[in-house]
């Protein structure tokens, strides 16, 4: 069993920093898909961004491309957001996922991801 939980939220200035942690535990752990999401209010659960589990591919969403970066430690089983020149939009509760589709062929659709964290609020002021 696959065990999923995120830390490093909070509440930022328009234009900070933050990076979000994932500590997922499990086995076949380095071979699994894993993936960011995040729900603000009254939106539907939308994709940030995945790392696929062998090939290490990442994608994005195009609304954080070059401003977030996915990363991995895979001895720490663990798995990084970092988001620069976070807008208030971005505001949202942040959700990490595990899939155990390697390829993460389906990178951006949330029922690709077998595996769900608790989430962390994320909250930028304008």
């Known amino acids: 069993q696959v065990q999923v939980v995120e830390t490093g939220g909070g509440l930022v200035q328009a234009g900070g920093s933050l990076r979000l942690s994932c500590d997922a535990s499990?086995?076949?752990?380095?071979?699994?898909?894993m993936g960011w999401f995040r729900q603000a209010p009254g939106k539907e659960r939308e994709f940030v961004a995945a790392?696929?589990?062998?090939?290490?591919?990442?994608y994005y969403a195009e609304s954080v491309n070059h401003r977030f970066t996915i990363s991995r430690d895979i001895p720490k089983n663990m798995l990084y957001l970092q988001m620069n020149t976070l807008k208030p939009e971005d505001t949202a509760v942040y959700y990490c996922?595990?899939?155990?589709?390697?390829?993460?062929?389906?990178?951006?659709?949330?029922?690709?991801?077998?595996?769900w964290g608790q989430g962390t609020q994320v909250t930028v002021s304008s």
């Open positions: 996922a595990v899939s155990r589709d390697s390829g993460l062929y389906y990178f951006s659709v949330a029922g690709s991801y077998d595996y």
């Open positions: 499990g086995p076949n752990f380095s071979n699994y898909g």
């Open positions: 790392m696929a589990g062998i090939s290490r591919t990442t």
